[in-house]
């Protein structure tokens, strides 16, 4: 019988508290790797009194619980956000636009954390001591609601660049490389939204556009 996969908890933070690193943030981002769209990084501080229950990795939840857990974690903890717009990973490369935003969203939080918990291996310019956990959105009950308001901020935000520039399918694919965006990118050129550096989108840019699309 197979066991039950472990969901993220807050034990880490109790034991950084336990040893008097407090605030303890835990921070992710959403968007690496799409063509278009911004990194969003998102900073968390979880109150210990009111962790919101059915805290799990952004992707291993439906759109419906990632919603109802956006509305708990905005409501009960201290949140900061930041954005890596297409026109900084273009200058600086996705890793150090990702690894900005992330250093962005610590520097937002109201109260400065001792301790921040990334996920991933790689960690931001930071003045606190931090950590990093491979796999901390499905482990750490902060970094895992991070990955969660960081994924509905930019859901919403890829939606709202659809409705502003219809024909791309922003709205569906989230800026990532679908054979719909594959399409729409050949037939409509880039956008202001797309991401120059990333391959499909530089060799739609050697080419001729159609026509502007602004």
């Known amino acids: 019988m197979a066991e039950a996969r472990l969901k993220p908890d807050f034990s880490r933070e109790r034991a950084a508290h336990r040893a008097g690193e407090v605030p303890v943030a835990g921070v992710d981002e959403v968007g690496r790797g799409p063509w278009a769209g911004p990194v969003v990084a998102c900073a968390v501080v979880l109150d210990p009194a009111r962790v919101p229950e059915g805290l799990d990795d952004s992707k291993r939840l439906s759109a419906v619980q990632r919603e109802k857990l956006f509305e708990a974690i905005c409501a009960t903890a201290e949140v900061s956000l930041a954005f890596a717009p297409p026109t900084r990973i273009d200058g600086h490369n996705i890793r150090q636009a990702t690894l ?3 250093a962005r969203a610590v520097a937002g939080l109201p109260c400065a954390p001792r301790l921040v918990l990334v996920d ?3 960690l931001p310019p930071l003045a606190c001591t931090a950590r990093t956990i491979i796999g901390g959105d499905g482990l750490v009950a902060s970094i895992a609601a991070a990955s969660i308001v960081a994924k509905v901020t930019r859901d919403r935000l890829m939606a709202s660049l659809g409705a502003a520039h219809p024909g791309y399918g922003f709205e569906r694919h989230m800026g990532y490389g679908t054979p719909e965006h594959a399409q729409a990118l050949a037939a409509l050129g880039a956008c202001r939204h797309h991401r120059a550096s990333f391959a499909p989108v530089r060799a ?6 159609p026509e502007a699309a602004e």
């Open 120 to 122: 991933g291996n790689d």
């Open 100 to 102: 900005w935003a992330l």
């Open 204 to 209: 739609r840019l050697a080419m001729p556009a």
